[in-house]
Structures are given as structure tokens and as C-alpha cells.
């Protein structure tokens, strides 16, 4: 009995250690607290709401100086639910500030994505030409209804801001827009046509967008529909934009229509993917150029990364240039709500301005960014040109912090090779991108990122996109912020966005090419700091 008794306390003993060196293990390398989490994976300059949910932005607008940005926002779950917009507010479009929620779930339903314009001629009443008002539009989702087996639960709804977008009350004829028997009826986009004095909406309605009219925002008129038989069909279109676009160097104006899919990405899941041509007032005609492109193959999207789905431009801004500016949501539907954070859910992209390039055969979107970097760089490095070694090259160690960094690298002479950047760190993870010359391919592999096994969609094949330059350099900008790689590649031509959870924060970036190479690359690295900066 005795030496039983000794037997089992030994038994508990052993376990008791045991368990302990796991947790220990398990703290090493994982997150078990918020207080790392939050260190570690909160981004510094990317928006992220400070608890909960968010997924797609909404209701983007410029006034005085400011970008306001709401979001779809789950205020008591960090899982997606019933949806209220969120706010916050950026003068620079790094530093964002939070505010309260802005529109709140009503009788008609939960509040879904939409948009926002400044009504600066006052044409539906609810201001002056002195205080124009900010009139969002939205759709209400009836969850009740959907439930009660209804398939017209969604509708369109408006409400106003006299206060430049911090409070808003909703029109007391709501909904603007009713249900005409669409499943997926959603996500107006509003914009002010000048030539025909006229706001002109577009909206999501099953596998195409349609167009309405209206010269108050009250009544709208149903114009036209866009998209049987072109374009991705994979899955539900969503999150329409359009907007007109001067092709680069010309006089030419052509208009863009953005569609978000999911799922239907280039690789898998949500993606953005976009039209080139024509729009009347009434009628989106695809360019005859385009369309044979994209009856090729379709590689018309404006981020061939996984995580950026549901951007549009903000209204009432335009670059000195007349380029809009777009913003989307860092997550994929695929896995966003099970992404390795717990008290708050996903981020948003860079703001990017968009350009239009004319192309040998027709046209191509390309996006840069337009931030002044100068206030946050916290320490600088160049790399003259220097030789790439099949083994790896190390390009960076702890001189420069990679969490939150920009970098600018240029590959001359690239040759039929492939040429690998690995992010590191010294509990074994690794984030891998770059060119394949071979097969004109970009490409991430967050395979082994770090934590990847909350969803075989994160990290089960490599994400790869099409090189269109035939320039013999290669130039990249690649922007980290301690959950997210943004690449810009060829000034923007290809754009990759993804998201990564590595168990400590990257320290050592190296570069590699497949097979002995002539190529030789130089490097231009910043640290960033913007939290240092006090929001003004
Ligand atoms: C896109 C989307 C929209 C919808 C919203 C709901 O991500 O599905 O179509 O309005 O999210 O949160």
C-alpha cells in the first residue's frame, strides 16, 4: 500500500514538471497572454480597432484634412456578427484614432457595407451650402428575415452626418432602395457625376453589379447591370467601385470597376478584381482591348496577395495627379476568423494610390503608395550594389528592426533564376518571397511562417503572381509591420498583400538565388517608428 502510494506521488510529480516545461515551452514560442499578442502582433501603422471584429472598410471620405475611415464592426465578438460601422479618423494615413461607433443595427437590420460622400451641393436637403452633409449609404441586412426564409433581406438605406462624419442620424424613410428579389443585393458605392449632375450608385447583386441614378440620394433609378459572362464567377461579387481614370501620360479617360469575389481569388479566397472601360452615365461598356485580354486569361486584379478583399477609393479625394485612392481589408474570408489574435480581429491595408498604364495590348492598374515616410523613420541602411550569392546573402540582421520597416531593393541583371528573400528568426520561422524568373512568377511562402495551423487555406500552397515588366531590373518595395508583408513590385505593376504570425518577430532578411547569377542587387532599408510621433 505505502510504496503504492509513493508510486503514484512520484507519477504526479513527473507530471507536474512536465506540464510545466510545456507551458514553458509553449510560452517561448507562443502567445499565451494578451500582453504578447498585443506586442507582437497589433500592427504599428496599419488601422486595426482596439477590441473585436473588423472586417471590410466603409464610408471612406477626405474633409479638411482628414481621412475618415468607418469599418464593418462587431463591438462583442472578435468573430464576425451583427454588424455596426465603426470609425476612425487619420491625417496622414498611418496614425489612426478611433471613435465611437458611427451607425448602429436598426429595425431594418444589421448595417453592412457602403459608402460615404460630402453632399457639397446640398442636394438632399439634410444640410446648407455652408454645412453640406455627409450622407452615407449602406445596406441593412434582416437577419430575422433571412431566417424566416425571406429572400429579400436586404435593402438600402441612407443616413447623414452634419458633424463631418462623428454622429449621424438615419432618414426617416428608410430603406431608399428596396429588395427586388436578390439574395446578395449589397454594398452601394456612391459617387457625384459632374458632366451629368447626377449621383450615380453601384451596388453587388448576386454574380453582377448594377447601376442606379438619382440627383438626391432618396429616389434611385435602376440604370443597367454589368458582368454576365466576363470576368471571375467563382463566387459572390461584392464591394463595387467605379470611378474614371486618366491613362497615364495621355489625355485619355477611362473608367475602372472594381469588384470584390469570394471566393474566386488568384489564390484562393477573397480578392479584388477589376474592369477597364467605358461609362456613360448609364451603361459600363468593358473596352473591346481589354475584354480579349482578359478573355486570355484573367490577370486583372488589383493584389494577387491573399489578404486584401473588399477595397474601395475614398470619396472626395484626389491626388494632385487626379488618382484615387483605395484601401482594403487584410484578411481573407477563407480564415479571418481564425486568425491568431483574440481581443481584436484583422487590420487594413496601406491606403494605395491607383493608376492606370496603357499596355502593348490594353490596360493595366497600378498601385503605389502615397506616404510621407519621413516623420517615422527611426534608422536608415543602403546597400550599394553587391553580388547575389547562391548562398544566402545576408542583407539585414539586428541593425535595423524588421517588425515595422520599409524596404526599397532593385535586382539588375536578372537572369533565368530564382531569387529568394527569407525573413528569419531563431525559433526556426521563416517567411519566403520573391521573383522566378523562369516562370516570370512572384511568389510568399508563409508555410512556415510561424503559427499556420489555424487553417490549412493559410498555408497549404505557396501564393504566386505575374510578373508583366520585361525590364531586365527588377525593382521591389516591400512593407512589414510585425503581421503583414505589403510587396510592390515594378513600381506597383504587381502588388502581393498577405498576413503572417511568426512566434517571435522576424530578425534576419537574406537573399538567395537558385543557381550562380550575374544579378546584382542594391537595397535601401528604413526602420519605422510611427508610434513614436504624437498624433496631431
Ligand atoms: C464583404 C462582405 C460584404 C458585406 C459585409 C458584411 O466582405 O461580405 O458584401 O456587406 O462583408 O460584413
Known sequence: ?????????????????????????????????????????????????????????NGMF??????????????????????????????????????????????????????????????????????????????????????????????????????????????????????????????????????DKKWIMTLAAGQETQFYASTNLKEWTFLSAFGKGIGNHDGVWECPDLFPLKVKGTDTTKWVHLVSINPGGPNGGSATQYFVGDFDGFTFTVDPKFKKDLQKEHLFWTDFGKDNYAGVTFSNWKSIEGNPLFLGWMSNWQYANKVPTHSWRSAMTLARTLELIKTESSFRLQSSLPIDWNPFVSKKKQIADTKIEQEQTILSTNTIDLSSARIRV???????????????????????????????????????????????????????????????????????????????????????????FPNQPFETLSLSSEAQTKAVFSAELWELNPLKEEVK
Open 62 to 195: 477626405f474633409l479638411n484634412g482628414q481621412f475618415h475611415l468607418y469599418f464593418q464592426y462587431h463591438p462583442e465578438s472578435s468573430v464576425w456578427g451583427p454588424m455596426h460601422w465603426g470609425h476612425a479618423t487619420s491625417k496622414d494615413l498611418i496614425r489612426w484614432e478611433e471613435h465611437p461607433i458611427a451607425l448602429f443595427p436598426d429595425d431594418l437590420g444589421t448595417i453592412f457595407s457602403g459608402s460615404a460622400v460630402v453632399d457639397h451641393l446640398n442636394t438632399t436637403g439634410f444640410g446648407s451650402l455652408e454645412n453640406p452633409p455627409i450622407v452615407a449609404m449602406y445596406t441593412n441586412h434582416d437577419a430575422k428575415a433571412e431566417q424566416k426564409g425571406s429572400e429579400l433581406f436586404q435593402t438600402q438605406s441612407i443616413a447623414y452626418s452634419l458633424d463631418q462624419g462623428f454622429t449621424w442620424t438615419k432618414f426617416e424613410n428608410n430603406p431608399v432602395i428596396q429588395n427586388p428579389g436578390i439574395r446578395d443585393f449589397r454594398d452601394p458605392k456612391v459617387f457625384w457625376m459632374e458632366s
Open 410 to 500: 532593385d535586382i539588375k541583371n536578372v537572369d533565368p533564376n530564382k531569387y529568394t528573400f527569407t525573413l528569419s528568426n531563431q525559433v526556426g520561422d521563416s517567411l519566403l518571397f520573391g521573383y522566378d524568373h523562369k516562370k516570370q512568377e512572384f511568389f510568399i511562402d508563409r508555410s512556415l511562417s510561424g503559427k499556420v495551423d489555424f487553417s490549412s487555406d493559410f498555408s497549404n500552397k505557396l501564393s504566386i503572381a505575374p510578373r508583366f515588366s520585361n525590364q531586365k531590373t527588377l525593382s521591389l518595395e516591400v512593407i512589414l509591420d510585425k503581421t503583414s508583408i505589403e510587396l510592390f513590385f515594378d513600381l506597383g505593376e504587381t502588388v502581393m498583400t498577405e498576413i503572417f
Open 1 to 57: 500500500m505505502k510504496s503504492d502510494r509513493v508510486f503514484v506521488l512520484i507519477l504526479i510529480t513527473i507530471l507536474f514538471f512536465n506540464t510545466c516545461s510545456t507551458d514553458k515551452k509553449n510560452n517561448d514560442k507562443g502567445m499565451t497572454n494578451t500582453q504578447s499578442e498585443e506586442e507582437k502582433y497589433r500592427p504599428s501603422f496599419h488601422f486595426t480597432p482596439q477590441k473585436n471584429w473588423m472586417n471590410d472598410p
